[in-house]
């Protein structure tokens, strides 16, 4: 069965103050490892995927990495805008998408 | 990326009612939607798939029965929630298969509260 557990539950930053999301994972046979964002009481909105270990993606001040056990997401001197809570999915062999609980971030003026 | 419009975006029903969800599909035609639950603070997890032309397959511990999927058209999915009760208040979201690459694009969700 796969498994996808985000660290951590919930992150305050100071704008301006980077840091990183964790996503670690198991899954039988990766197609992709997917990351969202979702605002309160809204669906998710894509990032990034990533296909295989030692692949990087870059939006704006994100940054997802990718190795065979875990995914990070790198948020570089983030503003207040970049509040919002980041699910991490992976798509295996059964097709199916699996999420984590997310992280909730909230960064603070 | 694909483009799914989700309707409404809130709703609150009293106990006992029924309430559709509906869900388009405004870029491309999909034989297949996909429909979450999200409880605050949990995953998505998946309910069903909806499949244009034929039955809706439910995921284990789903009560079909309750959660009436259809599949109307090639570009409409629709979600009834019957009998709501309280325990069911929860954000509903759908999806469509991805397009190109693996990724799926979802709707913008709506927010059921039963009272």
């Known amino acids: 069965e796969d498994q996808v557990t985000q660290s951590p539950e919930a992150l305050r930053l100071q704008e301006g103050e980077s840091s990183s999301l964790n996503c670690s994972y198991t899954?039988?046979?990766?197609?992709?490892l997917f990351w969202y964002r979702q605002d309160p009481g809204k669906g998710p909105e894509f990032l990034f995927t990533l296909y295989s270990a030692g692949e990087e993606k870059e939006k704006e001040r994100l940054k997802a990495t990718l190795t065979k056990k875990e995914s990070f997401l790198h948020i570089t001197a983030p503003k207040p805008e970049d509040s919002a809570t980041y699910l991490c999915?992976?798509?295996?062999?059964?097709?199916?998408?699996?999420f984590g609980s997310g992280t909730q971030l909230t960064v603070l003026p | 990326g694909a483009v799914v419009s989700q309707h409404p975006s809130r709703v609150i029903c009293k106990s006992g009612t029924s309430v559709k969800i509906e869900c388009r599909s405004l870029?491309?035609?999909?034989?297949?939607m996909f429909w979450y639950r999200q409880f605050p603070k949990q995953s998505l997890m998946l309910m069903a798939t909806s499949n244009e032309g034929s039955k809706a397959t439910y995921e284990q511990g789903v009560e079909k029965d309750k959660f009436l999927i259809n599949h109307a058209s090639l570009t409409l999915s629709t979600l009834t929630v019957t009998s709501a009760h309280p325990e069911d208040s929860s954000l509903y979201i759908c999806s469509k298969p991805p397009l190109g690459g693996l990724e799926a694009f979802f709707g913008q969700g709506t927010r059921l509260t039963v009272v």
């Open positions: 870029d491309f035609q999909a034989t297949t």
């Open positions: 899954v039988s046979g990766l197609r992709g």
């Open positions: 999915a992976v798509s295996g062999s059964a097709r199916q998408l699996t």
